[in-house]
């Protein structure tokens, strides 16, 4: 079965500072990584995936990402955080591209310090 | 969010009670999809339906019924409900763009 882990349950970063959430999945086949974030009160966002090709991956927003195979991770990172960047952060892993249920992390919480 | 729309977005049931939760899509798409959202744990799958008069449990289907009359609505229900199912439920669907598209969630409270 499909896993997803989410080490950090919250981080606290200072404004300009750079980001790195982590995220370690466990998948039988090639996975399709995904990128979630949800601002207080709201759905969730797409904010970056990973289908295959280049394992550096650009989103909106400013983010980005790294598919490393060998060590199962998926990180997200941000070279400077902005007050709005606060909200909680959700990995996932589907089995396809398009119409397949995804296996959610628990997510991460970020606070950002002026 | 254009494409999932999600009724009611709040409601205080008492135990016992049922309701039914209504997702709509104009996106046309045969899959759609019921999660719960708890602190801690990230979005659940519930249920989910991949077309038309079809659906599939999730990974915790237990306490919820669902229903695919039409293509374009997807419902989840409560038989009787129980202060355990306290969540915020999403409704997803994909689009060109991604797997799942959510809807802004409904927040239920049982007393």
């Known amino acids: 079965a499909q896993s997803v882990t989410q080490p950090d349950i919250h981080i606290t970063v200072s404004e300009g500072a750079s980001l790195e959430l982590r995220c370690n999945y466990s998948?039988?086949?090639?996975?399709?990584l995904f990128w979630y974030v949800q601002s207080p009160g709201q759905g969730l966002q797409l904010l970056l995936k990973?289908?295959?090709?280049?394992?550096l991956v650009q989103g909106i927003k400013g983010f980005e990402a790294e598919f490393k195979r060998s060590q199962s991770s998926f990180n997200l990172r941000k070279p400077s955080v902005h007050w709005s960047d606060a909200a909680e952060y959700f990995c996932?892993?589907?089995?396809?591209?398009?119409?397949?249920?995804?296996?959610f992390g628990g997510g991460t919480r970020v606070l950002v310090k002026p | 969010n254009a494409g999932v729309t999600q009724t009611p977005k709040f409601r205080v049931l008492k135990t016992g009670q049922s309701m039914t939760l209504l997702c709509a899509q104009d996106?046309?798409?045969?899959?759609m999809y019921w999660y719960r959202q708890d602190p801690g744990m990230g979005l659940r799958l519930i249920h989910y339906?991949?077309?038309?008069?079809?659906?599939a449990k999730g990974e915790v289907p237990d306490g919820y019924n669902v229903s695919r009359l039409k293509k374009q609505n997807f419902l989840l229900g409560l038989e009787s409900a129980a202060p355990s199912q306290t969540s915020v439920y999403f409704c997803?669907?994909?689009?060109?763009?991604?797997?799942?598209?959510f809807g802004d969630g409904t927040r239920l409270s049982i007393l």
């Open positions: 996932a892993v589907g089995a396809g591209a398009a119409g397949n249920k995804l296996t």
């Open positions: 998948y039988g086949a090639t996975p399709y």
């Open positions: 990973y289908f295959s090709g280049d394992t």
């Open positions: 996106m046309n798409h045969e899959y």
């Open positions: 339906s991949v077309g038309e008069g079809t659906t």
């Open positions: 997803a669907g994909p689009d060109s763009n991604q797997p799942q598209h």
